[in-house]
């Protein structure tokens, strides 16, 4: 039978043609966060599987069904350490990262610590527009602080980030405090005694949330749940005197900065560890609130439910998929594919030869440089150079082989001369350097 080349639904290629997108969002990420003095941080796209359970929570749509699990095909037996551990494909960034700030004695650093990432995250879901089984992330974390004004300052770099994605108008800062443990537990039982009296009026996933995450209930996406939500007790109403003053205060350092925000007090994220600040981005005109653009908050005891010390820390992940569909549906200029600038065209075997001696040494000097080596004819090599973009074709015929020149063609002036070899770099700097 003939195997079925398809990709596993909900991921996707990304062609040479879309990578402009992405290297643009990098950068900006790249060149933001190493102005606030964030370090790069790569972690395994596997971890074990109990990582996520305990922090993120048993009772959460990521841990209870969106996780992949990852198996090893092999005949032999596991050794003993590998057949402890179930690994599980990453299903967002924070967990591990903290594991690795535990794990890299990074509690000994001078606190606080401050990361980001950029790479792919795996949820099973239903794949739909926006919503992907393996989507990409850039991720910020600052751990070992609990001031207010690291709450400012990293929604200060969130909002940078999507100014200079040419976006800050595009987009709305939702914020919520989810208080501490204590304030939660306070108004917890309040939340279920006044849902209780709805639950039939309730969606499937809520009526089960309610005795699993009743707090997720306030978030629901569901029309007739909203309704109902709107009438709940908010968390905000009854945080505790500590709690209130740090979001204040939060809130007075946003005025401040002239960030916009909109006070959302149904905001509870879908992960159980946040505490405290809660905020997400969103389209302005997304007003059913679908969808995200990036999403975070702190989360002040995952350290400690880790087994370290009480760490407070506070993070954010943007969603890059969803943000490239915003940059293409404003058509947002994000420069262009990086293309060769040389474009080398040979004829016959002595020709190929000195050929790719060129690409070797012109390579070597950071020019770029493509070529077609299955191509004979000059029409032909010509026409893909054009199509390629290059700005000059070094054309090699048998009189330039025997000769050691090369003819140097502008391909934007459709103009063109003969160089000796040893004048080919001077003349090249000339005329791709100098513009
Ligand atoms: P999250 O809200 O689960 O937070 O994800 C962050 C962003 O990832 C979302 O706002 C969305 O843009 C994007 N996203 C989520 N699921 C999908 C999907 N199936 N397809 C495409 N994009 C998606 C977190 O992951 C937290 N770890 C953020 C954080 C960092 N909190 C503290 N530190």
Same mark, same amino acid.
Request: aromatic content about 10%; proline content about 5%.
């Given at each position: 039978m003939k195997m079925q080349l398809q990709k596993p639904r909900g991921?996707? #290629?990304?062609?040479?043609?879309?990578? +402009?997108y992405w290297r643009f969002i990098e950068d900006i990420v790249d060149k933001r966060c190493g102005a606030f003095g964030f370090g790069k941080i790569e972690t395994p796209i596997m971890e074990n599987k109990e990582l996520y359970a305990k922090g993120? /929570?048993?009772?959460? #749509?990521?841990?209870?069904?969106? $996780? @992949?699990?990852? +198996?090893? &095909?092999s005949?032999?037996?596991?050794?003993?350490?590998?057949? +402890?551990?179930? *690994? %599980? *494909?990453r299903p967002e960034y924070t967990a591990g990262i903290?594991?690795? @700030?535990?794990?890299? /004695? $990074?509690?000994?650093?001078?606190q606080p610590i401050k990361l980001y990432s950029f790479g792919p995250i795996f949820r099973y879901d239903r794949p739909q527009k926006g919503r992907f089984r393996q989507f990409w992330q850039f991720n910020t974390e600052v751990i070992g602080d609990s001031s207010p004004l690291t709450d400012a300052l *990293? =929604?200060?770099? %969130?909002?940078?980030?999507?100014?200079?994605?040419g976006l800050k108008n595009q987009i709305v800062v939702e914020i919520n405090s989810l208080g501490c443990k204590s304030c939660r537990n306070k108004i917890k039982k309040q939340i279920i005694d006044y849902y209780k009296k709805y639950k039939n009026a309730l969606c499937l996933d809520c009526q089960r949330r309610l005795d699993t995450n009743p707090f997720r209930l306030l978030d629901c996406k569901e029309l007739n749940c909203q309704k109902i939500a709107a009438g709940s007790p908010q968390i905000i109403d009854n945080l505790c005197s500590e709690c209130k003053k740090q979001f204040m205060q939060v809130l007075e350092y946003l005025d401040e900065l002239g960030i916009t925000y909109d006070? !959302?007090?149904?905001? %509870?994220?879908?992960?159980? @560890?946040?505490?405290?600040?809660?905020?997400? %981005?969103?389209?302005? !005109?997304?007003?059913n609130r679908q969808s995200s653009l990036g999403g975070g908050g702190r989360y002040d005891n995952l350290v400690e =439910? @880790?087994?370290?010390?009480?760490?407070?820390?506070? /993070?954010f992940a943007g969603g890059i998929e969803r943000i490239i569909d915003k940059l293409k549906e404003l058509e947002i200029d994000v420069g262009s594919p990086k293309v060769a600038e040389i474009y080398i065209i040979q004829i016959g075997e002595k020709a190929k030869r000195m050929a790719l001696r060129l690409i070797s040494d012109l390579g070597s000097k950071g020019f770029s440089i493509s070529s077609? &080596?299955? +191509? #004979?004819?000059?029409k032909s090599q010509l026409r893909t150079a054009s199509k390629n973009k290059a700005r000059i074709a070094l054309i090699i015929g048998q009189r330039e082989a025997l000769d050691k020149s090369v003819i140097v063609r502008d391909m934007m002036e459709a103009s063109q001369e003969t160089v000796d070899l040893k004048d080919l770099e001077t003349l090249l700097i000339k005329k791709l350097r100098s513009s």
């Open positions: 991921t996707r #290629d990304i062609l040479p043609e879309e990578q +402009k993120i /929570g048993q009772a959460t #749509d990521i841990v209870e069904k969106e $996780m @992949y699990s990852v +198996k090893r &095909f005949s032999e037996t596991a050794n003993e350490d590998d057949d +402890k551990s179930e *690994l %599980v *494909l903290v594991r690795a @700030y535990l794990e890299d /004695g $990074m509690q000994s650093w001078p *990293l =929604i200060l770099l %969130v909002w940078q980030i999507f100014q200079d994605l006070l !959302n007090p149904r905001l %509870v994220r879908g992960l159980d @560890y946040y505490t405290r600040t809660t905020f997400e %981005v969103r389209d302005i !005109n997304d007003k =439910i @880790y087994g370290g010390r009480p760490t407070p820390a506070i /993070g077609a &080596f299955g +191509k #004979d004819t000059l």
